[in-house]
């Protein structure tokens, strides 16, 4: 198909930087004072409760293991410590530097809420977002230039899936609700067309890419998947499920390894080497719920899901049929709030997620924070909470940089960048 041209780029005018002093506190927010976590041991489904959270901002704050790391670090090297032991004390250095991270950006471009969001992969200061109206803000939040602002085609444009292209940063993948998954440059030009519905009823809500095998898949809202190769030419497309196809991820250590959420309430591994139809599925992963994503962690090792009610999963990518680690965390879905969808921090065994309080959960606590939460992906345990009364309303997407120091986070029609409150000074 041959490309097009997208509306016009521009600049935002719309970018808010926040002081980079200290946070001032409003008079009539005072901080409130922690409360104790409480975590279930494990049950035969190694279910763990996220309950019994605190009301305030100081959480859990663990005591400093700076010289448990040099210690660990002196250890390793003379090879008396194993990798492990120095990674968990490297992640717990990690979770103590939390306590200093504030929002140190803010911008707000869009005129309808963010839907999308992708660090690139090579600068730790640029992002990438998309909203439901179709625009997109390219970001370098390191420079004071203004960014870079796509405008999209309004209603019936939201991007759903967006990536930058390993091969060339320059561009990025989107799929949208427009009925494409394209590949476009920074001044919004289109360069190709990887797939198109034509119709206005059929429209993709997912893509993923692997530069190894140099594959692009997507998915669509009937539940078909469809792979093509980075010239554009469809390998195959088939039905892989009943319904809308919400989440697509290949591993980032096997890529033939493939895997699908969906709201028919299952998650689906393939080798795309033997896919043949859609019976032809490695593991059928059933759930409760609808699925909003399934990500692979970044040494291909494990897959978090999240669905549309109140459960993560993490199950071991190489004993799928044992019961999955089950950590109950309130994110319902609601029609009008982009889906809450939980990440991997991209260093460390940490999952971070936002919080939609719900009455009717099970631990929920009165005047309950719309909190930033970290769990141990190993343990299932509540590690840490970010959170501020400056903006509190619900984190959809919280996605760490590549060097896993800065945090950005879409909130609305907001998006927040979140740093170590002396580096962000310096930015």
Wanted: hydrophobic share 35%; with cysteine; proline share 7%.
């Amino acid at each position: 198909m041959a490309p097009r041209k997208r509306p016009e780029t521009q600049k935002t005018p719309e970018v808010v930087v926040r002081p980079k002093s200290k946070r001032n506190r409003s008079p009539r927010e005072p901080e409130p004072e922690a409360k104790k976590l409480c975590v279930k041991g494990p049950g035969s489904s190694r279910r763990f409760d996220s309950g019994c959270l605190w009301a305030g901002l100081s959480s859990l704050r663990v005591p400093p293991l700076c010289s448990s790391i040099v210690r660990a670090l002196h250890q390793h090297k003379l090879g008396r410590a194993a990798w492990p032991s120095l990674q968990q004390g490297l992640q717990q250095s990690f979770l103590n530097s939390l306590a200093s991270y504030r929002i140190f950006q803010k911008a707000a471009p869009f005129d309808r809420r963010a839907t999308s969001l992708a660090w690139h992969p090579t600068h730790p200061t640029t992002l990438a977002v998309g909203s439901k109206g179709g625009d997109i803000l390219l970001w370098n939040f390191g420079i004071k230039d203004k960014p870079t602002f796509i405008k999209g085609i309004g209603a019936g444009g939201s991007i759903t899936g967006l990536k930058f292209n390993p091969l060339n940063t320059n561009q990025f993948f989107t799929s949208s609700m427009e009925g494409t998954t394209r590949l476009q440059d920074f001044k919004g030009n289109t360069l190709r067309v990887f797939a198109s519905s034509d119709t206005c009823n059929v429209w993709f809500c997912s893509l993923d890419i692997s530069v190894k095998s140099r594959v692009v898949v997507t998915g669509d809202n009937v539940g078909h998947v469809i792979l093509l190769n980075m010239d554009g030419r469809e390998l195959w497309n088939l039905r892989m499920h009943k319904k809308k196809v919400t989440h697509v991820a290949l591993n980032p250590c096997c890529d033939w390894l493939l895997a699908t959420a969906s709201v028919d309430q299952t998650v689906k591994i393939w080798d795309l080497r033997q896919v043949r139809g859609k019976s032809s599925f490695l593991h059928s992963l059933p759930h409760r719920h609808p699925v909003n994503a399934a990500h692979f962690s970044p040494d291909g090792a494990q897959l978090l899901t999240t669905d549309q009610k109140s459960e993560i999963r993490v199950y071991s990518a190489c004993r799928w049929d044992c019961p999955p680690s089950l950590i109950p965390h309130p994110h319902r879905h609601f029609q009008h709030l982009t889906p809450i969808k939980a990440s991997w921090h991209p260093r460390y065994n940490l999952i971070v997620v936002g919080r939609y309080p719900d009455p009717n959960f099970k631990s929920c606590s009165p005047h309950e924070l719309r909190t930033i939460d970290m769990f141990d992906g190993s343990s299932g345990k509540i590690m840490y909470q970010l959170y501020d009364p400056e903006s509190s309303g619900i984190m959809s997407l919280n996605e760490f940089n590549p060097m896993g120091d800065t945090l950005a986070s879409v909130m609305g029609y907001h998006i927040l960048v979140w740093s170590p409150e002396d580096a962000g000074t310096q930015k």
